[in-house]
């Protein structure tokens, strides 16, 4: 049942995603900003995909990552470093209202409380991590990409998409298991290893997709 939900989940934000593009720039980021927030919200749900176990972000990360090279793609770089800025803004605003929140003592008639400090008491620290992963991952991956494309014109998407992808997420991976979940999750290791390969998985999928993005550009 997970995988079935696992690849509906996947198309949904890929349709989603060239949809945000066909609206413009505006949407993408808005797309970018939402998907890193929910990302670092549902992280902390382990689930099992084809046996293994893993966390409910991948498709998220994935996806926050296939808009930014759009954005590069399509609308230049400096657009990308400023959506990289906007997202670190969302992330703090969400993480500080989640405090806030927090702080509020609840009522005798409350019945929320608990659910919502099981899920944000732990957001600070995963922030604290994503913050610190995204700064220094997508910082290497945006310039690796606008360096193949530069070195690159005439090469396709998809290519320069992979070779940016495949070491930055690795790093990814690593720094933000140890990083946010460290003491959260159990075992990690497996955690990392069959998140890297999931990530591969789902960029395979979306790969063929990313053609489409010139033609609804131009249209």
Same mark, same amino acid.
């Given at each position: 049942m997970n995988?079935? !939900?696992?690849? +509906?989940?996947?198309f949904?934000?890929?349709? /989603?995603?060239?949809?945000?593009? =066909?609206?413009?720039?505006?949407? /993408?980021?808005?797309?970018?900003?939402?998907?890193?927030?929910?990302?670092?919200?549902?992280?902390?749900?382990?689930?099992t995909l084809f046996g293994l176990q893993i966390t409910c972000c991948d498709v998220f990360i994935i996806g926050s990552t296939l808009v930014l090279q759009f954005l590069q793609e399509?609308?230049?770089?400096?657009?990308?470093?400023?959506?990289?800025?906007?997202?670190?803004?969302?992330?703090?605003?969400?993480?500080?209202?989640?405090?806030?929140?927090?702080?509020?003592? #609840?009522?005798?008639?409350?019945?929320?409380? +608990?659910?919502?400090?099981?899920?944000?008491?732990?957001? #600070? =620290?995963?922030?604290?991590?994503?913050?610190?992963?995204?700064? !220094?991952?997508?910082?290497?991956?945006?310039?690796?990409f606008g360096y193949l494309r530069s070195r690159f014109p005439q090469g396709a998407f998809i290519w320069r998409s992979g070779l940016s992808f495949l070491p930055a997420q690795a790093l990814d991976t690593i720094l933000f298991t140890y990083l946010a979940l460290w003491g959260i999750l159990q075992n990690l290791g497996s955690?990392?290893?069959?998140?890297?390969?999931?990530?591969?998985? !789902?960029?395979a999928i979306i790969s063929p997709f990313t053609l489409l993005s010139k033609k609804i550009v131009r249209a």
């Open positions: 995988e079935l !939900i696992f690849f +509906s989940h996947l949904l934000v890929i349709g /989603l995603i060239l949809f945000a593009l =066909r609206l413009g720039k505006e949407a /993408l980021i808005t797309c970018f900003v939402l998907q890193v927030i929910i990302g670092n919200l549902f992280v902390i749900k382990q689930i399509h609308f230049g770089r400096d657009l990308v470093k400023k959506t990289t800025w906007i997202g670190f803004f969302g992330m703090l605003f969400f993480g500080t209202m989640a405090l806030m929140h927090l702080a509020y003592r #609840p009522s005798a008639f409350d019945t929320t409380h +608990s659910a919502f400090s099981l899920i944000l008491s732990k957001s #600070p =620290r995963i922030l604290l991590a994503s913050f610190t992963c995204y700064f !220094i991952v997508q910082r290497l991956e945006i310039f690796f955690i990392m290893l069959v998140s890297f390969v999931i990530k591969i998985l !789902i960029f």
